[in-house]
């Protein structure tokens, strides 16, 4: 299966509270799993990315968790703030695939301040 | 600005009408790849181009989508006979290297049929 399910669809955090956005995955080809966050009216940027032969990776206030046996992997926004108010899709590949990207659906943030 | 650079940014056709979508990677990329996202999806892969080459055209619909990135110039990706359902956001992407996960998307081109 190439689809990778991505939950929850919206989210609205309070500043400074942890956003939590969940993605899983059938292919266990899959061997890169990146995160991208995307404003209005903008492409979408790579933000964090990780490969299945570690279970977190972090960068600043972001936290990428894989559970390999689950087949999931989640980001962790601490102290969230709202500028961090953007839609955020998790995404999936592997060697060989061309660059071919396959994404979430993706979960649109809202952080109150 | 070295990103990738896409136009139009907005683009109206009536049905019917052929769209020409343009994207200039960015400086020292050499691999293009097209996306098309549609209101509250996720993006889905269209065509993956080097330099003159179609290296992976899975995504792209078999009749009146077209792709090409010539030796000099930009990227283009071309839909002729447009229908309403094609109204979406393309996105062009670009990476220094094949196999990458790691892409660079330009701001899209919102195509609007009518």
């Known amino acids: 299966q190439q689809q990778v399910k991505q939950s929850p669809q919206s989210l609205i955090v309070q500043k400074g509270g942890i956003s939590i956005i969940n993605c899983a995955y059938e292919n266990t080809a899959f061997d890169y799993f990146p995160w991208y966050q995307q404003f209005p009216g903008k492409g979408p940027a790579l933000l964090i990315a990780i490969r299945p032969d570690v279970s977190e990776k972090k960068e600043g206030r972001f936290t990428i968790s894989f559970n390999k046996s689950a087949k999931q992997f989640s980001l962790h926004i601490m102290d969230s703030q709202p500028g961090d108010s953007a839609t955020y899709f998790c995404?999936?590949?592997?060697?060989?695939?061309?660059?071919?990207?396959?994404f979430g659906k993706g979960t649109k943030l809202s952080v109150k301040p | 600005n070295a990103g990738v650079m896409q136009n139009p940014r907005h683009l109206v056709r009536r049905r019917g009408q052929e769209a020409r979508l343009r994207c200039s990677p960015m400086k020292g990329h050499s691999h293009v790849y097209w996306y098309r996202q549609l209101p509250e999806e996720g993006l889905k892969f269209m065509v993956y181009l080097q330099k003159e080459n179609i290296i992976d055209e899975s995504g792209m619909p078999k009749e009146r989508f077209s792709a090409e990135f010539p030796k000099e110039g930009p990227s283009i990706l071309r839909i002729q006979q447009v229908v309403r359902g094609d109204s979406a956001a393309y996105f062009c992407a670009s990476s220094s290297r094949a196999n990458t996960g790691e892409l660079f998307f330009g701001e899209g081109s919102r195509l609007t049929v009518l």
């Open positions: 995404a999936a590949t592997y060697g060989g695939s061309q660059g071919n990207l396959i």
